[in-house]
């Protein structure tokens, strides 16, 4: 993650005085860092991954931030398994940096675990460049500019696409 990405995460969670966030990826623990610098003291973030050791990472990045051990919950499994089971209309912000080819479906969790002035931010949307290629695409490109589509013809959302790493896009729940 580019230090430009994570001050957007930072600003972004701080706009929203998010004290609730859920997490697509964990990672090594990078995004989950910026969030929580953004959070009020305060917020706990529910962070997901498929991979435990990534969870791990996390764990002791956060350790090494002096976050206290109750500001982030960590649940390891697939997210659209773990989604389902997260409270509906529940959380300020919603970050989504998993698994591409999943982006349109977790479009769908996130409106759900949103409350109203909620904000939903997916990373990695430019795919390098290749969204706005008019070449034949892997089907990763395919899903991220069916997501793009269904975010800007939204009714339920205020989109706006961020020039920041390989693009954030990021859209406010009505």
């Excluded at 305060?42 to 791990?56: K, M, S, Y």
């Excluded at 912000?93 to 996130?110: H, I, N, W």
Aim: glycine share 10%; with cysteine.
């Amino acid at each position: 993650m580019s230090p430009g990405t994570g001050a957007a995460l930072r600003l972004l969670a701080a706009s929203v005085d998010a004290k609730a966030v859920a997490e697509i990826g964990t990672g090594c623990g990078v995004s989950g860092i910026h969030l929580l610098h953004g959070m009020r003291p305060d917020g706990v973030l529910t962070t997901v991954d498929p991979e435990p050791e990534h969870q791990q990472f996390a764990r002791q990045a956060f350790r090494a931030c002096a976050f206290a051990s109750n500001r982030a919950r960590f649940i390891p499994g697939r997210a659209l398994e773990v989604l389902p089971r997260l409270a509906d209309a529940g959380y300020d912000l919603v970050f989504c940096d998993g698994d591409r080819l999943e982006y349109p479906d977790y479009l769908a969790e996130s409106l759900r675990l949103l409350r109203p002035g909620g904000l939903v931010v997916f990373e990695g949307v430019f795919a390098g460049g290749r969204t706005i290629d008019s070449g034949p695409q892997p089907t990763e490109v395919l899903r991220l500019r069916e997501l793009l589509r269904t975010v800007r013809e939204s009714q339920e959302l205020v989109p706006s696409l961020l020039p920041v790493g390989d693009g954030l896009l990021c859209a406010v729940k009505r």
